[in-house]
T-cell receptor, first 113, second 115 residues
Framework: DARVTQTPRHKVTEMGQEVTMRCQPI?????VFWYRQTMMQGLELLAY????????DSGMPKDRFSAEMPDATLATLKIQPSEPRDSAVYFC???????????FGPGTRLLVL | AQSVTQLDSQVPVFEEAPVELRCNYS??????LFWYVQYPNQGLQLLLK??????LVESINGFEAEFNKSQTSFHLRKPSVHISDTAEYFC?????????????FGKGTKLSVIP
């Protein structure tokens, strides 16, 4: 049963600390998306990659957020330094290039104190 | 740029009653339309999608949605809801032919099924 996995599932940290979230897309999928979900803003696209290259990261605060794909099986989203307003659920999703459907991971629930 | 409006943030409904969750979109180009469902503390799962062809699409668990181009709507319906349908439902849109399949989501509708 192929699925997107994300680690950690939960993270509590203090303001100013670095946070790294990881995503393993479905094997063979070449497009990876990062979303943030908050009560106020709903689901927002932060960035996405195709064939490991960033195609759009306009939704991501550039000063503290960074996203990478070190290889085809791993995508990372880093926040440095973290702030309380970054508290949210961060979702990763993947899709095959020729498929419209995105498959979502279970999310990382981040709380910054 | 597209936008999606889900007119109801919360919809309570009694078990076995019918339900309609409303979704309207705005786009200057042709779109694909999706409904995703999110159960508590889980990720989003695709419920159904409209890409082309028949404007009425169905899911395996009894939901259906109809694409209405003139009204720019994609409302989700179920004739008889079950307790297990309690979840948050998100309508989403992406541009056809864009190749990126970036999704724009609505704010979601929380469906609460009352026993």
């Amino acid at each position: 049963d192929a699925r997107v996995t994300q680690t950690p599932r939960h993270k509590v940290t203090e303001m100013g600390q670095e946070v790294t979230m990881r995503c393993q897309p479905i094997l063979g999928h070449n497009t990876v998306f990062w979303y943030r979900q908050t009560m106020m803003q709903g689901l927002e696209l932060l960035a996405y990659f195709r064939n490991r290259a960033p195609l759009d990261d306009s939704g991501m605060p550039k000063d503290r957020f960074s996203a990478e794909m070190p290889d085809a099986t791993l995508a990372t989203l880093k926040i440095q330094p973290s702030e309380p307003r970054d508290s949210a659920v961060y979702f990763c999703a993947s899709s095959d290039r020729d498929q419209e459907t995105q498959y979502f991971g279970p999310g990382t629930r981040l709380l910054v104190l | 740029a597209q936008s999606v409006t889900q007119l109801d943030s919360q919809v309570p409904v009694f078990e076995e009653a019918p339900v309609e969750l409303r979704c309207n979109y705005s786009s200057s180009v042709s779109v694909y339309l999706f409904w995703y469902v999110q159960y508590p503390n889980q990720g989003l799962q695709l419920l159904l999608k409209y890409l082309s062809g028949s404007t009425l699409v169905e899911s395996i668990n009894g939901f259906e949605a109809e694409f209405n181009k003139s009204q720019t709507s994609f409302h989700l319906r179920k004739p008889s809801v079950h307790i297990s349908d309690t979840a948050e439902y998100f309508c989403a849109v992406s541009e056809t032919g864009a190749g990126s399949y970036q999704l724009t989501f609505g704010k979601g509708t929380k469906l609460s099924v009352i026993p």
